[in-house]
Structures are given as C-alpha cells and as structure tokens.
C-alpha cells in the first residue's frame, strides 16, 4: 500500500498537463460560478463602469464562499 502511494506521488507531471488539468478543474468551477451570479445580482443595481464588471467577476471567483453566506443568513 505505501509503495503504490509513493509511486503515485512520485509521478511527474508536464506543464501541458499541468495546464489540462486546470482547465478541465478550472471550467465547471466558473461555470457554476457564471451561473450563481447571473441569478444573484442583487448587489450590483448601483454599480456601474468598472465597479460593476470587477464586482461580478469578483463573485463569479468567490461563488461558494457567498453561497456559503447566503445559506447562512437565511
């Protein structure tokens, strides 16, 4: 058992997978972050120009930890 996890750990990635594998991590994470803000917008009325566009991608980022807020204000 310890010599199967050394030979995984052991495994040495390339930067071409290295970049892969953030994509394939990195895509459903800002979809689902897209999503959640699309429909949570309100924060955003009074906002406008840069504040608006930095405030949303803010929120696309940060989803589960305002998820997480917003589950627990309710």
């Given at each position: 058992?310890?010599?199967?996890?050394?030979?995984?750990?052991?495994?040495?990635?390339?930067?071409?997978?290295?970049?892969?594998?953030?994509?394939?991590?990195?895509?459903?994470?800002?979809?689902?972050?897209?999503?959640?803000?699309?429909?949570?917008?309100?924060?955003?009325?009074?906002l406008?120009?840069?504040?608006?566009?930095?405030?949303?991608?803010?929120?696309?980022?940060?989803?589960?930890?305002?998820?997480?807020?917003?589950?627990?204000?309710?």
């Amino acid at each position: 058992m310890l010599a199967k996890l050394r030979s995984v750990l052991s495994y040495q990635f390339t930067i071409a997978e290295l970049i892969g594998l953030g994509i394939i991590l990195g895509t459903p994470y800002l979809i689902i972050g897209a999503i959640w803000s699309m429909t949570h917008t309100d924060h955003l009325e009074h906002l406008q120009g840069a504040d608006l566009v930095v405030s949303f991608l803010g929120s696309i980022v940060s989803w589960p930890v305002l998820l997480f807020s917003n589950v627990c204000m309710t």
